[in-house]
């Protein structure tokens, strides 16, 4: 096991109540200490305000923690030179509004210290990746939702960083967007590029994560491998093709002479997302 | 993505990281200044013009005499007033609109220090400073061109030949001085010290309206520098009695706010005085040196702020 | 290590703050030097000096213009002109103190507030004021008026021949004092840019001047001697107004130089000029009226262009 991509350790988040008269503390995030091994999908979920954000923030040095440290591939979070290896596509993304896809990529690679004709192979492959080449001399001004996210991965994208923060990466997308977006972390993941995402929708966090960790009211509820986590331990599923009502009958039998319960037996279904893909015929 | 791509990744990571970066401050002002021109900020520089010959017109036409001793101070004093302005008001927009837009984010979630976001902000407003001002002068030039011809034509027909001729060569000579364009340097200078000033306020501040009312007081208070430094060291001869809240007050302002009425020579080269050169690169010293301070003031508010 | 909530942040305000105190305990001195070198060379406003500080109360006004001084002097001063219409004097008076105080640089505003002053508040007192002695003591104040604007915009504009020559102008015209205007117009000829005839005057009103007729003479005779430039007629007469007066000895007067000027080759031209210049001031000597003479032959100047010699035994009146 090499250098974990991210280590968070004991990680405690306050921040002091803005009212004057009542100089509360809110705890956002208490105690976290976490993993993320180099080359894995990490999912970190929980509801709102659970901190989720906050320890993403303070990943990528954005904010300072309370007490505890975060690292990047072994260098301290705030370390400027820990940013060289992470791409972030924040939550909501917002770009300068009078730029296009191509000059905001532009921009983004210069910060990174690209530039000249490496730059531009770099934003033509990227705006190829997400879709946007039609779009890339208009205003981002002018972009969907669903663009602005496109565009806000390409930049998270655009100096091949070796850990991807993505915040909701598919909010506002549509399903074949989303399915692109989708397909694109597991090519990643191929890689060997490490991905920790945010959240809400569980069934695509179901899809491509390896781990996942819990958070509520700040503190690391649950945190593991998936199937580990949302494996019914004393359950079992089998599913069997073309089997007669007898044979059925005689499991169900067997079963409960062994002690067994049978819980249940209906017919399997495929998910709503790929069904919908299916009859508007955009599944690649 | 290809294989020969993916060096790319190799490529960047594999230089060194800067602590300070000349290419990423670049980026960063660049893209400042674009933005400063797409909002319009040059129409700001059409209504100076227009007021400008207005105003010069006006008052010309109701001064008998010495227009172009008018002409000449009206430019100049909107030029002050017009560049501070600008310097503030283009300032004090760009931190709060990155934070609220969450750019912020996606910018120094890339290797890009805090310092070298300021620094490049600053840039870009110089940037914008530097094309308001050359264009200001350049109307001013043409402005007063044409009421230069117009003093001499009044000198011809008002003067005895002697005095006339005398006049004209004056004026010819003392019109477009090195001295004037060096005393429109010192306003762009002063511009400069007000955009770092603006800049530094936004660092903690939390809403750009604090930043510009602190701002604009702040360049009041510079004007009165002079007279709190001499009621703190005393008149000429005299110790002064002075109330206690008072005195605090006055070394206040004279510590912390910048002395703006070194920067007004340009009122005294307007009536052609001359300004030596160790004058003038002591003014230029004092104001690289309050940008510099006021740059990493800013940058101390800035490096530890909760975004 | 836990820092408590805020406490990196307030870390970097304090900072900060500690940066900005050390900076302004630095840049005081350096502010006050520049200061004092910018009075030094007139610039920045005006030097506290004791006929300025009266008007410490505009202090604050002017400090918050910054950099629209010039512009707002220009605006008053364009009131002060109304209030000339009107016939304010008082009014025009505190005006031009303004501008003056604000733009101390302005010779013009000097010049002209003095002019107004002098000339024609004097003016008007005199056309509006029935007693002769009011009249006499009012006008009189018009001019120390005139007078002090002249002094206040010197000491501003040590450099400036356009103040001196005005103030000789104001006690040669108004005070009638032609020692003080004579002083004046020797230093506005010293003032860079002046113009010539301010070295003239300060000779011309020195000859009149009890005592001093001789010391003129000679600076006269200087000018003469200078250069062709300065051969005006006004020149000639004075000078031999005061060879008669100081009674110069006949071989030392003017009229011999110009003769040996006259003998010689390729000066014939300038000789005449003078000689001519000479008669027409007075000059009735016979060798010059015989060297004109010669010299008008010499030249072939015409008959109707040659100079009316007056007879011998005739002197054209004063």
């Not at chain 2, 709190?228 to 206040?252: E, K, N, T, Y």
């Not at chain 3, 006259?262 to 001031?281: H, R, V």
């Amino acid at each position: 096991m090499g250098t974990p991509a991210i280590f968070i350790e004991n990680l405690t988040k306050e921040f002091t109540s803005p009212s004057v008269f009542a100089r509360d503390k809110i705890t956002a995030v208490d105690k976290l200490t976490l993993s993320v091994e180099a080359g894995h999908v990490y999912g970190l979920l929980g509801p709102n305000g659970s901190g989720k954000s906050t320890t993403m923030k303070i990943v990528l040095g954005l904010v300072t923690p309370t007490s505890g440290r975060t690292c990047i591939f072994g260098r301290d979070s705030r370390d400027v030179e820990s940013r060289e290896a992470v791409g972030f596509l924040p939550e909501n993304p917002y770009f300068y509004k009078f730029l296009t896809g191509s000059e905001t990529l532009d921009f983004y690679g210069r910060l990174c210290g690209l530039g000249g004709k490496m730059l531009r192979d770099r934003s033509r492959e990227l705006l190829a990746l997400v879709g946007l080449e039609a779009a890339a001399d208009r205003r981002v001004g002018g972009y969907s939702k669903g663009m602005l996210q496109r565009i806000g991965l390409a930049q998270a994208l655009v100096q091949e960083p070796r850990l991807l923060v993505l915040d909701e990466p598919t909010a506002g997308v549509d399903p074949a967007g989303s399915h692109e977006i989708r397909n694109l972390i597991l090519r990643l993941k191929q890689r060997g590029i490490t991905v920790m995402l945010c959240s809400h929708l569980l069934s695509q966090v179901q899809e491509i994560c390896d781990r996942i960790g819990i958070m509520n009211h700040g503190v690391l509820i649950r945190e593991g491998a998936l199937e580990d986590l949302i494996s019914i331990e004393n359950q079992t599923e089998l599913t069997i093709e073309n089997a007669s009502a007898a044979l059925l009958a005689d499991l169900r039998a067997r079963a409960e002479d062994a002690g067994a319960r049978v819980l249940g037996a209906h017919k399997p279904q495929q998910n709503l997302e790929r069904y919908f893909l299916e009859v508007t015929g955009e599944r690649k | 993505m290809t294989a020969e791509n993916s060096s790319t990744a190799a490529t960047v990571h594999a230089s060194a990281h800067k602590l300070f970066s000349i290419w990423r401050t670049w980026a960063i002002a660049t893209n400042t200044f674009r933005d400063l021109v797409r909002q319009k900020v040059f129409y700001f520089m059409l209504v100076f013009a227009l007021i400008l010959i207005g105003t010069s017109l006006a008052m010309a036409s109701l001064s008998f005499q010495g227009q172009l001793q008018t002409v000449m101070d009206v430019c100049l004093g909107a030029m002050s007033v017009f560049t501070m302005l600008l310097a503030v008001l283009s300032t004090a927009m760009l931190l709060p609109k990155d934070m609220e837009d969450r750019t912020l984010y996606t910018i120094l979630a890339k290797p890009v220090a805090r310092f070298e976001y300021l620094t490049g902000k600053l840039v870009g407003v110089t940037m914008i400073l530097l094309v308001a001002t050359l264009l200001m002068t350049a109307a001013f030039c043409v402005v007063l061109h044409y009421w230069q011809g117009r003093e001499i034509e009044n000198l011809q027909l008002t003067e005895t030949a002697e005095r006339a001729a005398a006049a004209i060569a004056k004026l010819k000579v003392g019109t477009f001085t090195s001295t004037l364009f060096g005393g429109i340097g010192i306003i762009f200078l002063r511009a400069i010290v007000c955009a770092t000033l603006t800049l530094m306020l936004s660092c903690f501040a939390t809403s750009w309206l604090f930043t510009v009312i602190v701002a604009l007081m702040m360049i009041l208070a510079g004007h009165l520098v002079p007279i709190a430094r001499s009621v703190w060291q005393g008149p000429v001869g005299g110790a002064m009695d002075v109330p206690f809240h008072l005195a605090i007050l006055v070394r206040l302002i004279t510590v912390f706010v910048p002395d703006m009425q070194l920067f007004n020579v340009v009122d005294d080269i307007a009536v052609g005085a001359s300004v030596s050169a160790d004058v003038f690169l002591r003014v230029a010293g004092l104001g690289a040196g309050y940008v510099a301070i006021y740059l990493l003031v800013g940058y101390l508010f800035f490096a530890w702020r909760e975004l | 290590m836990r820092t408590s909530p805020g406490s990196v942040e307030m870390k970097g305000r304090v900072s900060g703050i500690l940066v900005l105190l050390a900076w302004g305990i630095v840049k005081f001195p350096v502010e006050a030097r520049l200061e004092r070198r910018m009075q030094d060379t007139r610039l920045g406003g005006y030097k506290p000096t004791a006929s300025l500080r009266q008007q410490a109360g505009q202090a604050g006004f002017i400090a918050a213009l910054g950099g629209l001084r010039a512009a707002v002097a220009d605006m008053l001063w364009i009131r002060a002109n109304i209030a000339w219409q009107d016939v304010q004097y008082g009014r025009m008076k505190l005006l031009f103190d303004t501008c003056t105080t604000m733009q101390p640089r302005r010779v013009s505003f000097w010049d002209i507030s003095a002019w107004h002053m002098a000339w024609n508040g004097a003016a008007h007192v005199e056309n509006t004021e029935k007693d002769p002695v009011a009249r006499n003591a009012k006008m009189r104040e018009f001019f120390k008026l005139g007078e002090d604007f002249l002094l206040r915009g010197i000491e501003n504009n040590p450099d400036s021949w356009e103040l001196y020559d005005r103030l000789g102008l104001l006690y040669r015209d108004k005070f009638k004092d032609v020692e003080k205007a004579s002083a004046a117009y020797e230093e506005a000829s010293q003032r860079p840019g002046h113009l010539d005839y301010t070295r003239r005057f300060a000779a011309y009103y020195l000859a009149e001047v009890p005592g001093r007729e001789r010391e003129a003479y000679a600076r006269l005779m200087a000018l003469f001697h200078e250069s062709e430039h300065e051969w005006l007629l006004t020149l000639f007469r004075q000078i031999q107004k005061l060879e008669a007066s100081l009674a110069i000895p006949d071989g030392q007067r003017i009229y011999h130089d110009i003769l040996k000027l006259a003998a010689t080759p390729g000066k014939e031209e300038s000789a005449y000029t003078a000689l001519t210049d000479l008669i027409k001031t007075g000059a009735r000597e016979p060798s010059v009226l015989e060297a004109t003479r010669a010299l008008e032959q010499k030249m072939d100047i015409p008959a109707e262009r040659r100079i009316k010699l007056p007879p011998h035994d005739q002197r054209p009146p004063e």
